[in-house]
């Protein structure tokens, strides 16, 4: 049973637009939720992570938009680049603890 | 400093064999996760441990087994090998563990079962 699920499972966008991922949870317990990146090769690599307690948080060109109300929350990659070409997985942890539930990963393709 | 080291990077066994993969953390962490990822169920949680002792476990059967030393490197164990233990295995480590600390991930090991 996948705890979080993500889509698209691909996404091809072209340079300097916009790349939205999105995830939905069931497990109202859950509250933590990073997004990784992953590159061919290497493993993954924490990218920006919110609370359920806040809406919005930026990074950069990355931000997640939470909404609690309908167990979703999404990754916006803004001026998207060829360089942010990877896989993106988002997940949920509870109380603390060290173990996440990941999505199953979304293939982003920048386009020059 | 340097990054989470597993080894070996590739490894190919036979169905019925066991394998031990190790996990070297980042100098002064002392918490280690298993991660196995495939493409068909993506990253799945195996366990972690934290100073020596583990404190969260998955789904997956007994014949996966793991443990950390003092120093805290860590190492994984399959036994009895099926054709569907084929995958990428990661670790993670962490400072203090907490899930908002943050995870750094290895490169992983690639293992084929045959």
């Known amino acids: 049973q996948q705890q979080v699920k993500q889509s698209p499972q691909s996404l091809i966008v072209q340079k300097g637009g916009i790349s939205i991922i999105n995830c939905a949870y069931e497990?109202?317990?859950?509250?933590?939720f990073p997004w990784y990146q992953q590159f061919p090769g290497k493993g993954p690599a924490l990218l920006i992570a919110i609370r359920p307690d806040v809406s919005e948080k930026k990074e950069g060109r990355f931000t997640i938009s939470f909404n609690k109300s309908a167990k979703q929350f999404s990754l916006h990659i803004m001026d998207s680049q060829p360089g942010d070409s990877a896989t993106y997985f988002c997940a949920a942890s509870k109380g603390n603890f060290n173990k996440f539930y990941f999505g199953s990963g979304t293939k982003l393709n920048v386009k020059p | 400093k340097a990054g989470v080291t597993q080894t070996p990077r590739y490894l190919i066994k036979t169905r019925g064999q066991q394998v031990t993969l190790s996990c070297s953390p980042i100098?002064?962490?002392?918490?280690v996760s298993w991660y196995q990822q495939t493409p068909g169920q993506g990253l799945q949680f195996l366990f972690e441990?934290?100073?020596?002792?583990?404190?969260n476990k998955g789904n997956f059967p007994g014949r996966f087994s793991g443990r950390q030393f003092s120093n805290s490197r860590s190492e994984m164990n399959v036994s009895t090998l099926e054709l569907g233990d084929s995958a990428l295995y990661l670790c993670a480590s962490s400072s203090s563990g907490t899930s908002t600390d943050t995870q750094y991930f290895g490169p992983g090991t690639r293992l084929t079962v045959l």
């Open positions: 100098s002064g962490h002392r918490s």
């Open positions: 441990y934290f100073s020596e002792t583990q404190r």
């Open positions: 497990n109202t317990a859950f509250d933590y």
